[in-house]
Antibody, heavy 121, light 107 residues
Framework: QVQLVQSGSELKKPGASVKVSCKAS????????MNWVRQAPGQGLEWMGW????????TYAQGFTGRFVFSLDTSVSAAYLQISSLKAEDTAVYYC??????????????WGQGTLVTVSS | DIQMTQSPSSLSASVGDRVTITCRAS??????LNWYQQKPGKAPKLLIH???SLQSGVPSRFSGSGSGTDFTLTISSLQPEDFATYYC?????????FGQGTKVEIK
């Protein structure tokens, strides 16, 4: 079945970097864009941007430029989110989520299980 | 960016109740409106896309309606497993934006 499996929770100190992985299975990885969504503790869902899994071209939402990098390894059907110069306010659950149909117009399905990134000294 | 406003932010209901959640967009989004269910500690799950198309496997007690700027998610008979937070999302334009969520709690 179509599935996204993310890497485990991370505890990082301020200023450090983290790389979250999202491994896809059950479909042709390069046929569907991958999105990243952030959920701060007790808060709602915030779209961070997406990456074209065919070309590798990323698009970042406002507020997620500079320290946030989306990347791919198509040989293992994986997408990555790297966050550098971590701040306490980066503490959140980060989700990868596939475009349902590939056009971006019909929602995100499926989602990874989420990766909790905690930034604390 | 298109702002999505849900109401209410939370509600208390009993098993068997009919529950309605509304979502309003700051501009017309045609029918590019999706609904998600999120249970504590879990990832969101797509329930409905394109305003009223039910995802495979989602019970028929869930339904969506509306167009333009005003949309509704209805649960016809609330079941114990439906207690969760529900989010609407517009996919009409980039960035896709979510409502703030509606928490459905047990009365």
């Amino acid at each position: 079945q179509v599935q996204l499996v993310q890497s485990g929770s991370e505890l990082k100190k301020p200023g450090a970097s983290v790389k979250v992985s999202c491994k896809a299975s059950g479909y042709t990885f390069t046929s569907y864009p991958m999105n990243w969504v952030r959920q701060a503790p007790g808060q709602g869902l915030e779209w961070m941007g997406w990456i074209n899994t065919n070309t590798g071209n990323p698009t970042y939402a406002q507020g997620f430029t500079g320290r946030f990098v989306f990347s791919l390894d198509t040989s293992v059907s994986a997408a990555y989110l790297q966050i550098s110069s971590l701040k306490a306010e980066d503490t959140a659950v980060y989700y990868c989520a596939r475009d349902k149909y590939g056009s971006g117009s019909y929602g995100f399905d499926p989602w990874g299980q989420g990766t909790l990134v905690t930034v604390s000294s | 960016d298109i702002q999505m406003t849900q109401s209410p932010s939370s509600l208390s209901a009993s098993v068997g109740d009919r529950v309605t959640i509304t979502c309003r967009a700051s501009q017309s989004i045609s029918n590019y409106l999706n609904w998600y269910q999120q249970k504590p500690g879990k990832a969101p799950k797509l329930l409905i896309h394109a305003e009223s198309s039910l995802q495979s496997g989602v019970p028929s007690r869930f339904s969506g309606s509306g167009s333009g700027t005003d949309f509704t998610l209805t649960i016809s008979s609330l079941q114990p497993e439906d207690f969760a937070t529900y989010y609407c999302q517009q996919s009409y334009s980039t960035p896709p934006t979510f409502g703030q969520g509606t928490k459905v709690e047990i009365k």
